[in-house]
């Protein structure tokens, strides 16, 4: 999906794609503080709906309840608030995944719509069937009011993905989220899609570049069937365990940042440079820890745990094949809805 | 009636489409808290669609398709019995706290999670828990969660392979600088004792040579 960003039978509607372009310009005049594009993106999303349509989108930004409404699980199964992407028109969906660009960074919204491809391929395979899968059932939700100054958030999720992005000024906070794959490998016109490939693939390069000794530490001697501190498990912070990144050399350090980046880089960039920043400065107190074989292509679980991280990647046995199914967690246990930032 | 047909369709769409959740195990998900007070044992029991039938014959007693209040009590009392702390090597009783269950058709469809909160008094220092429910269909996790403050260390965690168990040990305050293997033994009291005795052998030794 990479590159291809719309859908090339939908036609951008005129106020949509300026809307887009001055979004684009004023990013491209302040890349260090993406607010004013967001903002403006996300204003432009809110014209195109109806009143009825406003106020389902739009959520007090102190809603406790809609902040903690995501899920790994289908929408079918565990409701969403907000609006269903499926309910809008053309010019609505672009209007949202201009506003969703416009939070992510490129490798953050091409995820995304890999993820929501892998959906769309699970609704293929059941033949259409349940109306449990597909791009159609994902929802979009602001809290707040979009603003580049106070404290707004951005929600966009359904099965497989949960986005909790927190504006606080020009920081784009976005723990907690869930990114998972199901299947973690499809194929579309001939191109191979791996949503989460280089999460596993980096993994794989890292744990395979410690020594043996550190090996020794990294791998824990027990099975981990599933996320420690998945959905719901909000505010909790686990005691590390594994290697820690104190006992990595430099070049492991940085591989170990660049696997981190993959998620801290969701977010547009430079929140996440920001994000990347505090988390380098906290490298040496990072854990890394794995469970199961070392061979790539095998399914193994890891954590990346630090002072203001967690990170788990969880292969799931549901499907047959483990490493056709993952789920994986990011948060800030210091900062999760940007709680820490918005209080400042 | 319907719902529970519904749920059943539901159940087998799910099985067929590889959809979301696990199917076929129980996933046993605990996290330990130790405080200053004692231990806070919280476990999420999530039985997969095709483990809810053997829970059944094990929580619905009278075979009604329900889960009565009398029921959950049992249940709950049964993992708790199924469940074992020791701390310091004292076996120490838990106190259910709380349980929560959800529907039965929650549970048809893979979502429900029964949630069991616990209690141990105790205090010390070596912790060891082990999950003895249902090994024959379940899969565990066990995790001890990082105190809030500073003040609590804890030391290497021990598991067996498919974390029914876990072994660690911990200390507060001034005591919390990194536990050992045996980190309340005086060491240093043992040390000075050992150079004490040794300086006194040397001086009997030189006396008797002089």
Known sequence: MSGARFPDDYRVPRFVFLAAVIACLARAQSTSNPAPAIVASANTFLGTLDQAQRSKVLFDFNDAAQRVRWSNLPTTMVPRAGLKMGDLNDAQKKAA???????????????????????EQLKIASGGRGG??????????????????????????????????TMVGRDGILTPSLTAAQPAKYTV??????????????????????DEGQRKQAILTYKVADLVLGPGQDGKTIQPEGLKASAMNASQQAMLLDLIGEWAGIVSESSAAARMADIKSKIAET??????????????????????LVIEYAPQPLGGDPTMHIHTIYRDPTNDYGKRSAAR | MKRLAAGVILAICLARTAGAHRTDEYLQATLLEVTQHGVDVQIDLTPGVAVLPVLMTVIDQNDDGLISEKEQRAYADRVVSDLELFIDGKKTPLTLTERRFPSVEQMRVGLGVIRLKMQAMRVGHELRFENRHLPQVSVYLVNCL????????????????????????????????????????????????????????????????A
């Open chain 1, 132 to 165: 449990m899968f597909g791009r159609d059932l994902f929802y979009i939700s602001i809290l707040g009011k979009p603003s580049a100054t106070d404290p707004w958030m951005l929600q966009f999720g359904g099965h497989h993905l949960a986005l909790n992005v």
């Open chain 1, 189 to 210: 016109e001939g191109r191979t899609i791996r949503p989460l490939g280089a999460e596993n693939d980096k993994a794989f390069a890292l744990i395979n570049a410690l």
């Open chain 1, 97 to 119: 995944m201009v506003l969703l660009a416009a939070a992510l960074s490129k490798r953050g919204y091409d995820k995304v719509q890999e993820i929501m491809g892998g959906d």
């Open chain 2, 146 to 209: 990082a105190a809030r403050g500073d003040e609590l260390t804890i030391g290497r965690q021990e598991r067996d392979t498919a974390q029914r168990s876990i072994r660690f040990e911990y200390s507060f305050g001034k005591d919390a600088a990194a536990p050992s293997g045996v980190p309340w033994f005086p060491w240093e009291k043992f040390v000075l004792a050992g150079i004490a005795i040794l300086l006194a052998g040397r001086m009997v030794f030189v006396r008797i040579r």
């Open chain 1, 287 to 308: 854990w890394f820890a794995w469970s199961g074989p070392t061979t790539n292509g095998m399914p193994a679980y890891y954590r990346i745990q630090g002072p203001t």
